[in-house]
Nanobody, 122 residues
Framework: QLVEFGGGLAQAWGSLRLSCAAS????????MGWFRQTPGLEREFVAT????????YYADPVKGRFTISRDNVKKEVYLQMNSLNPEDTAVYYC?????????????????WGQGTQVTVSS
């Protein structure tokens, strides 16, 4: 029900925009989040946005560089990533959480996308 788009290869200091399209009932009155995972490490929180989108919250490593947003008509959520660095290389996951409130805890999310690879070269 969640499908990510937009991953790929970027150079350091470059930009990428990830999109996540929701289908079915998974979007209306759902808070959304982005997480990422590097091989050998646990999945980590990146950003979250409330329903319908008034509030956002970011992990410290991406604060000021990444922006999460959503289009409730298109049922899509986005992650604009600027000033990328090699440490941002990971598989990025979109997730949906029932209710209006944001969360940085992956255990509180109900649905997950399949992930999209982002690779940043130095």
């Amino acid at each position: 029900q969640l499908v990510e788009f937009g991953g790929g290869l970027a150079q350091a200091w470059g930009s990428l925009r990830l999109s996540c399209a929701a289908s079915g009932r998974t979007f209306s009155r759902y808070a959304m989040g982005w997480f990422r995972q590097t091989p050998g490490l646990e999945r980590e929180f990146v950003a979250t946005i409330s329903w319908p989108g008034a509030s956002t919250y970011y992990a410290d490593p991406v604060k000021g560089r990444f922006t999460i947003s959503r289009d409730n008509v298109k049922k899509e959520v986005y992650l604009q990533m600027n000033s990328l660095n090699p440490e941002d290389t990971a598989v990025y996951y979109c997730a949906a959480r029932r209710g209006q409130f944001m969360s940085a805890s992956e255990d509180t999310y109900n649905y997950w996308g399949q992930g999209t690879q982002v690779t940043v070269s130095s």
